[in-house]
């Protein structure tokens, strides 16, 4: 596993730049769609209040822009988040590209990775996630895990209390 994800982490780091320069430039494009679809709205709604448009026409119209309003937003939080994921995922390949080495030794036996992952977390709690199915019934449809490590260490921050003369010290914001 280590050696497939190591070989590739250089190319995957040349894709997620890629990638997040190909989703940043669809958000700056959701934006501008999103503001000009506003201000058919407003301009419609204007039309309608003022009586240069027919009532009916009117509405139909701002329902069909509302609803492609709703769909842009959808969309625009949905590549935000594709966004956020590449972020984790360019940290995790650089966690692995830093320990991966060691992470070989710790974790080469059954007995061994159960230790090193004893050492790490404290607690996993599962959620049940549920939806409907085909048929409109609610059913499990997955889950969700809490991990609880022991220490700390997972976002956490060195906060400098000078930014611009950091041998004033720091102090560590926990993860």
């Known amino acids: 596993f280590k050696e497939d994800v190591l070989s590739k982490k250089m190319e995957s780091d040349k894709d997620i730049k890629e990638e997040r320069t190909r989703l940043e430039s669809k958000v700056k494009r959701l934006q501008r769609d999103l503001e000009h679809t506003i201000e058919n709205i407003s301009l419609t709604e204007v039309d309608r209040i003022q009586g240069r448009k027919d009532k009916r026409v009117a509405e139909n119209v701002l329902k069909l822009l509302d609803d492609e309003k709703n769909t842009l937003e959808r969309e625009y939080q949905k590549t935000f988040q594709d966004i956020e994921d590449l972020d984790s995922r360019k940290e995790w390949l650089d ?11 710790r974790t080469s036996n059954e007995k061994k990775t159960r230790d090193f992952l ?22 499990q449809v997955g889950q969700t895990f809490d991990i609880h490590f022991k220490m700390k260490i997972v976002s956490d921050k060195l906060r400098y209390r000078d930014i611009n003369k950091k041998s004033l010290g720091y102090d560590l914001v926990e993860g």
């Open 118 to 139: 004893d050492g790490l977390v404290k607690q996993i709690v599962v959620h049940p996630e549920y939806g409907k199915d085909r048929d409109g019934e609610e059913v």
């Open 95 to 105: 966690w692995l590209g830093k320990f991966g080495e060691s992470l070989e030794v």
